[in-house]
């Protein structure tokens, strides 16, 4: 699993404001994206490397699936 998607990924949700988080799991859902990116942060929380596992967490926070 590249730490370089993980990051890109977990950066993008961390950047999002509070309005912006539930049109991002609205869009994610409707194009069929949500269920891949958190595969793959889940993933990283197990597998990354200690950055990647922290923003990782972070992020599945973020979305308030945790």
Same mark, same amino acid.
């Given at each position: 699993?590249?730490?370089? *998607? %993980?990051? &890109?990924? &977990? *950066? ?8 912006? %988080?539930?049109? @991002?799991?609205? +869009?994610? %859902? +409707?194009?069929?994206?949500? +269920? ?7 993933? &990283? *929380?197990?597998?990354? +490397? ?5 923003? &990782? ?7 308030? @699936?945790?």
């Amino acid at each position: 699993m590249p730490d370089q *998607t %993980v990051r &890109a990924v &977990a *950066t993008h949700i961390l950047s999002l404001g509070d309005v912006e %988080v539930a049109e @991002f799991i609205r +869009s994610e %859902v +409707s194009h069929k994206r949500l +269920s891949f990116k958190l595969h793959l942060l889940n993933d &990283a *929380t197990a597998q990354g +490397s200690a950055e990647s596992r922290k923003l &990782a967490r972070q992020a599945i926070e973020r979305l308030g @699936f945790v």
